[in-house]
């Protein structure tokens, strides 16, 4: 009979390497995709920008999100159905293709249908990658302790927004890169992140019902919580077409300041989110902070219309996505509360779903307004923040008026 190496060893190192294929090697190889993968999302509209074909940003971007719609739930199931380990490791073998395929950019533009094409796999490595990786290590984890072990997975997670574009900074000051030659940093988090995901514990599938599926989403607080997440989405799509434009054509950064920036955003991501696991633990439950996260991450966002000087925008955004940091904690054990861990790919797979599709039209509709030439510079980038911002408030105004609780 064959011995894996696992079960040579005596019970306590097994625990032991168990524990670092599920707290390190799970969140290492998202942390690591992200890396690669925000790289690539935030460096896109200004390399567009910059070969003539910003028009080209909302659509781009939006391929993302519409990928999602077509994958997400499939993956979601599947990941129940089958081992999300060995789905994690496709996701990133197809984001390495991506970033193979970048080595063969010159200082031209490639033709347009093989961008779509190849921004096709990054989209596709996303739904995989997401809708494997979470669910998997929602079914590792044990119940003790879950509030800090599911922060501690997202500010791991919240630091690889930031990573990659910092990276890709430090390239161009420092070595002088241009873009389409920054974007090959992809290459190795996505190598390395393979070699975590081949690492990583494994769950055992689940023979699943489509009708119990049914059932558990069919319900009120279910679908409350599903239309906050479409509402909230749309800053998600917006950001992607108009930060990096705002930061470089709006403040006048180079591509140094835009990564400082992006870096120094995911720094603040991670540590306010150990500070939200904190607070849940100790003071105050999922339901408010979850009102309280959207509340003032919809304020930050209006008041973008506002800024005049770069370091408004940074302490503007920097308020923003600190309350995104609460909302996306208590978001995420939400979830974990919702739904039975041994079958949470399918839900998980469905909010993915319904997160893209707000990104995607928040994307679409920013692309428009971005191109909108009735509109000055500064409003073109700042009113999809505002037009966001006040949906989510009217979403949260709903949502206490109904008197819903998760």
């Not at 990104?359 to 037009?387: E, M, N, R, T, Y």
Request: charged share 10%.
């Amino acid at each position: 009979m064959r011995v894996t190496p696992q079960e040579s060893l005596d019970p306590r190192a097994a625990a032991r390497l168990d524990r670092l294929r599920v707290y390190v090697g799970i969140p290492g190889a998202l942390l690591l995709f992200n890396s690669g993968f925000f790289l690539v999302r935030n460096l896109l509209p200004n390399y567009l920008r910059d070969m003539g074909l910003g028009h080209l940003a909302g659509p781009m971007q939006g391929l993302l999100p519409a990928t999602a719609l077509l994958l997400a739930v499939p993956m979601g199931l599947l990941s129940d159905r089958f081992s999300p380990r060995k789905l994690g490791i496709v996701g990133l073998a197809l984001f390495c293709l991506f970033a193979a395929l970048v080595y063969l950019v010159g200082d031209g533009p490639p033709p347009v249908a093989a961008m779509f094409a190849a921004y096709f796999l990054v989209g596709a490595s996303m739904v995989v990658v997401n809708n494997s990786l979470r669910p998997l290590y929602l079914k590792c984890i044990g119940h003790t302790g879950q509030g800090v072990k599911l922060a501690l997975f997202q500010a791991t997670v919240m630091i690889g927004f930031g990573l990659g574009p910092f990276l890709s900074g430090l390239a161009f000051r420092y070595l002088d890169w241009p873009i389409h030659v920054q974007f090959r940093l992809a290459l190795p988090f996505g190598l390395l992140g393979l070699a975590a995901a081949v690492a990583m514990k494994d769950a055992s599938p689940t023979p699943f019902s489509l009708a119990a599926y049914r059932r558990s989403i069919l319900r009120r607080p279910v679908l409350i919580y599903l239309a906050m997440v479409f509402l909230n989405a749309l800053h998600f799509g917006i950001e992607a077409v108009c930060v990096a434009p705002f930061v470089k054509a709006g403040l006048g950064l180079d591509d140094w300041g835009v990564g400082c920036y992006f870096g120094s955003i995911a720094l603040v991501l991670a540590l306010t989110a150990m500070g939200a696991a904190w607070l849940r633990e100790h003071a105050t439950n999922r339901h408010r902070m979850w009102i309280w996260g959207l509340t003032f991450s919809a304020l930050f966002n209006i008041s973008v219309a506002l800024v005049t000087e770069p370091w408004q925008f940074f302490a503007l955004r920097y308020g923003h996505v600190i309350a995104d940091a609460f909302m996306i904690v208590a978001g995420f054990q939400i979830i974990a509360a919702m739904f039975p861990r041994r079958r949470v790919g399918g839900p998980l797979g469905l909010v993915s779903l319904v997160q893209t599709l707000g990104i995607l039209v928040g994307s679409l509709v920013a692309g428009l307004i971005v191109d909108w030439q009735a509109l000055s510079p500064h409003w073109q980038l700042a009113l999809p923040f505002v037009l966001t911002g006040v949906l989510v408030l009217a979403g949260v105004g709903v949502q206490v008026a109904l008197r819903e609780r998760f």
